[in-house]
């Protein structure tokens, strides 16, 4: 087993797929004859498909839920890296560091989106899916998994992700967490939630690694 470690979130952190995601839900919407603002959309991704659509709805509905998945996926291959991604994946694994991913997203869609990052399969140690916990984010349960997995304590791993979710998911299994700003939410709403700090996007992490809070538990 590696030193520390760093798990990370998935959509609109490694991936810019938050927006494409706020388009298929809103297509899903239209067409059961549900107007539903995009803007409110965007505020709760994160989310399980069943939580975003109770907080958006008050109620859980099977056909918009299947309708997101099937828009999503017609425009997966569309899904773009967010800069840098790879390359910190590679540069937290290079400095010794256990790399695990924590996310949402349907089993059948990481494939694809984690071919996007371009990272070598040797750079990620262990990957924990939606489907993997009973609760979703901002319940701690994706976290408190992928620690469990990849033998971590929550003393010695951080926590990267791109919405208030994220921070107080990781916040409730006492995991520190940095957040980006490639989820499209304020740096003021992220500290607010708890972010440890704030950077642009993986690039900029990157860049300011040896600095950032992530050092202590790099090789």
Same mark, same amino acid.
């Given at each position: 087993?590696?030193?520390?470690?760093?798990?990370?979130?998935? @959509?609109?952190?490694?991936?810019? &797929?938050n927006?494409?995601?706020?388009?298929?839900?809103?297509?899903?919407?239209?067409?059961?004859?549900?107007?539903?603002p995009?803007?409110?959309?965007?505020?709760?991704?994160?989310?399980?498909?069943?939580?975003?659509?109770?907080?958006?709805?008050?109620?859980?509905?099977?056909?918009?839920?299947?309708?997101? #998945?099937r828009?999503?996926?017609a425009?997966?291959?569309?899904?773009?890296?967010?800069? #840098?991604?790879?390359?910190?994946?590679?540069?937290?694994?290079?400095r010794?560091?256990?790399v695990?991913?924590?996310?949402s997203?349907?089993?059948? @869609?990481?494939?694809?989106?984690?071919?996007?990052?371009?990272?070598?399969?040797?750079n990620?140690?262990?990957?924990?899916?939606?489907?993997e916990?009973?609760?979703?984010?901002? $319940?701690?349960?994706?976290?408190?998994?992928?620690?469990?997995?990849?033998?971590?304590?929550?003393e010695?791993?951080?926590?990267?992700?791109?919405?208030?979710? @994220?921070?107080?998911?990781? #916040?409730?299994?006492?995991?520190?967490?940095?957040?980006?700003? &490639?989820?499209?939410?304020?740096a003021?709403?992220?500290?607010?939630?708890?972010?440890?700090?704030?950077?642009?996007?993986?690039?900029?992490?990157? $860049?300011?690694?040896? &600095?950032s809070?992530?050092?202590p538990?790099?090789?």
């Amino acid at each position: 087993m590696r030193g520390g470690g760093v798990i990370f979130d998935l @959509d609109g952190t490694l991936v810019d &797929t938050n927006y494409i995601h706020v388009l298929a839900w809103h297509r899903s919407f239209l067409e059961t004859g549900q107007y539903v603002p995009m803007w409110s959309i965007h505020r709760v991704l994160g989310m399980s498909s069943a939580q975003l659509l109770e907080e958006l709805t008050g109620r859980f509905d099977d056909d918009v839920s299947e309708r997101h #998945g099937r828009h999503f996926r017609a425009i997966l291959d569309e899904v773009k890296a967010v800069p #840098g991604a790879g390359d910190l994946l590679r540069e937290v694994h290079r400095r010794g560091a256990t790399v695990a991913i924590a996310t949402s997203a349907k089993e059948q @869609d990481l494939e694809a989106m984690l071919a996007a990052i371009g990272a070598p399969e040797g750079n990620i140690d262990c990957v924990v899916h939606g489907a993997e916990v009973e609760r979703s984010k901002p $319940a701690p349960d994706i976290f408190a998994t992928a620690l469990d997995r990849s033998g971590l304590r929550a003393e010695e791993a951080v926590a990267v992700g791109d919405t208030t979710y @994220d921070v107080l998911a990781a #916040g409730r299994c006492g995991l520190s967490c940095v957040a980006l700003l &490639t989820g499209g939410i304020a740096a003021a709403e992220l500290m607010q939630a708890g972010a440890a700090a704030v950077y642009e996007d993986p690039r900029d992490l990157l $860049a300011q690694l040896s &600095t950032s809070p992530l050092a202590p538990v790099l090789g």
